[in-house]
Every structure is written in structure tokens, then in C-alpha cells.
Nanobody, 127 residues
Framework: VQLQASGGGLVQAGGSLILSCAAS????????MGWFRQTPGKEREFVAC????????YYADSVKGRFTLSRDKAKKSVYLQVNNLKPEDSAVYYC?????????????????????WGQGTQVTVSS
């Protein structure tokens, strides 16, 4: 499985971006996908995840109301709309995929639970 993340960039505080992650390869059709972010010297932090079949979504409390996760099944892609960005949102954002889906979606908040990762896309928010 290959994951290609894109959409990062430099934006002023209060601005918005749309991060994309396209999946290719693999033969399974039931899985969970997630977004994490990481800053230098810190552990990878959970942002949001989605159950591919059914579309259930789980967000980290820190991004609820500002970030929106969606998917396009035909394109095998997930999108993270990030609004009202703050300087503390600056990080490298990674998308991830794992199968089979977990019974409890909130258990996907641990990076160690994902086997497949994209290369990351940098988001920098200036104040």
C-alpha cells in the first residue's frame, strides 16, 4: 500500500488548507485511515480517523470544530479540511492506513496501530 499526502503549505493564522491523501495498491476493501501530526522532538499526535466503510469519524479534542475529515471512495482518498489554523497547528501531517478496522474507532488514536504511512506534508502557520 502506498499513501501520497499533499496540500500542506505556509498560511497565516486564521487561514485554511485542504490536505489530501491518496491510497494505492493493496487488495483489501475494509480499513481505517487516519491523520497524525508531528513536530520536532515530539511524538506523533493523533488528529482524526475515519472508518472507510460506513464513514464514521473520530477527532482529537484539540481539532474538533476546526478540522473536517472526509473521503472519496472512488478516488481512494481522504481529505482533511483544516480551518482557523493556529501557530500550534504547525507540524508535518501524516496520513496512515490500517486493516482490518478496529471495533472501537477511538482506539485508532495511537500511531502504533497503523501499519502504512504516507511521507508527510508540512503545514506552517504564521502568527
Amino acid at each position: 500500500v502506498q499513501l501520497q499526502a499533499s496540500g500542506g503549505g505556509l498560511v497565516q493564522a486564521g487561514g485554511s488548507l485542504i490536505l489530501s491523501c491518496a491510497a494505492s495498491g493493496g487488495t483489501f476493501d475494509t480499513y481505517d485511515m487516519g491523520w497524525f501530526r508531528q513536530t520536532p522532538g515530539k511524538e506523533r499526535e493523533f488528529v482524526a480517523c475515519i472508518r472507510w466503510n460506513g464513514g464514521r469519524i473520530y477527532y482529537a479534542d484539540s481539532v474538533k470544530g476546526r478540522f473536517t475529515l472526509s473521503r472519496d471512495k472512488a478516488k481512494k482518498s481522504v481529505y482533511l479540511q483544516v480551518n482557523n489554523l493556529k501557530p500550534e497547528d504547525s507540524a508535518v501531517y501524516y496520513c496512515a492506513l490500517d486493516t482490518p478496522p478496529l471495533t472501537i474507532l477511538s482506539a485508532r488514536r495511537f500511531a502504533s496501530g497503523f501499519d502504512y504511512w504516507g511521507q508527510g506534508t508540512q503545514v506552517t502557520v504564521s502568527s
